[in-house]
């Protein structure tokens, strides 16, 4: 398993503001939904898997995903 897994693009950009600020190290999920909206701490509850998957591998924006891909 070595994809990028595809999010929404508004919890992408609530990732990458915290992990831009350097508040935390992103791989302390808990601390991360502290500085995250309540919708993008629930997607974390909801898709850990999903978010560990893109820590190591990067994620890739639903807008940016082409049809037949």
Do not use: C
């Amino acid at each position: 398993m070595s994809s990028k897994p595809v999010i929404p693009d508004a919890i992408l950009d609530s990732l990458e503001a915290v992990r831009d600020s350097g508040v935390t190290n992103m791989a302390d999920i808990k601390t991360v939904k502290e500085f995250v909206p309540s919708s993008v701490a629930k997607w974390l509850d909801e898709n850990k898997d999903t978010y560990i998957q893109g820590f190591f591998y990067g994620f890739t924006r639903e807008s940016e995903q082409h049809d037949g891909e």
